[in-house]
Antibody
Framework: EVQLVQSGTEVKKTGESLKISCKTSGFGFSHSWVGWVRQMPGKGLEWMGS????????????RYNPSFQGQVTISADHSIRTAFLQWASLKASDSAMYYCAKWYGGNTGYFDYWGQGTLVTVSS | QSVLTQPPSASGTPGQRVTISCSGDNSNIGSNTVNWYQQVPGTAPRCIIYRDDQRPSGVPDRFSGSKSGTTASLAISGLQSDDEADYFCAAWDDSLNGQVFGGGTKLTVL
């Protein structure tokens, strides 16, 4: 059974750092794209970027939506089948629900399995 | 401002047929396939249509997708109360080299 289990709710202050996780099982993690999707309160879905872990850390590939490039870092550790999304310095505007999702297929593909979401709240 | 354009709301009565449109351009819908996601409030999205008109296993055949040019449509027939949700279209965008989404359509079953 394919599962993506995300880390829990986070409440942080502006300027703090944060790393949230997405632990996977039930599929070939090293050879699958896993994406991160942001949903701000009451708003739609935005693709932030995706990671392809591969078998070795140096061989992993990360693609970013230009809107999020430089604002977040996406990574993965294939040894623990986990993808990560991190911020070096949070802003109030980073308050949102964040979903990880497994991508199936190339550019004719789709997100076929989703995590349950991680709610991030940032306040001053 | 979302790359793909959807109406913000749609509604219908039980048993009716409802369609939701999704408009893009030649860098996304015009040259790539369209997916549709359903999001019940408080839950994660789930894919209900992929590659324009394909249904994942477990999705009722009341849901159907179509595409013409740079516009895609989701149709829901035999509307039921548990179809009440937000619906998002999505497509690969060649300029972005990633997935773009519509702003979402809130479906109300009256």
């Amino acid at each position: 059974e394919v599962q993506l289990v995300q880390s829990g709710t986070e409440v942080k202050k502006t300027g703090e750092s944060l790393k949230i996780s997405c632990k996977t099982s039930g599929f070939g993690f090293s050879h699958s794209w896993v994406g991160w999707v942001r949903q701000m309160p009451g708003k739609g879905l935005e693709w932030m970027g995706s990671v392809y872990p591969d078998d070795f850390p140096d061989d992993s590939d990360v693609r970013y939506n230009p809107s999020f490039q430089g604002q977040v870092t996406i990574s993965a550790d294939h040894s623990i089948r986990t993808a990560f999304l991190q911020w070096a310095s949070l802003k109030a505007s980073d308050s949102a629900m964040y979903y990880c999702a497994k991508w199936y297929g190339g550019n004719t593909g789709y997100f076929d399995y989703w995590g349950q979401g991680t709610l991030v709240t940032v306040s001053s | 401002q979302s790359v793909l354009t959807q109406p913000p709301s749609a509604s219908g009565t039980p048993g009716q047929r409802v369609t939701i449109s999704c408009s893009g351009d030649n860098s996304n819908i015009g040259s790539n396939t369209v997916n549709w996601y359903q999001q019940v409030p408080g839950t994660a999205p789930r894919c209900i249509i992929y590659r324009d008109d394909q249904r994942p296993s477990g999705v009722p055949d009341r849901f159907s997708g179509s595409k013409s040019g740079t516009t895609a449509s989701l149709a829901i027939s035999g509307l039921q109360s548990d179809d009440e949700a937000d619906y998002f279209c999505a497509a690969w965008d060649d300029s972005l080299n990633g997935q773009v989404f519509g702003g979402g359509t809130k479906l109300t079953v009256l």
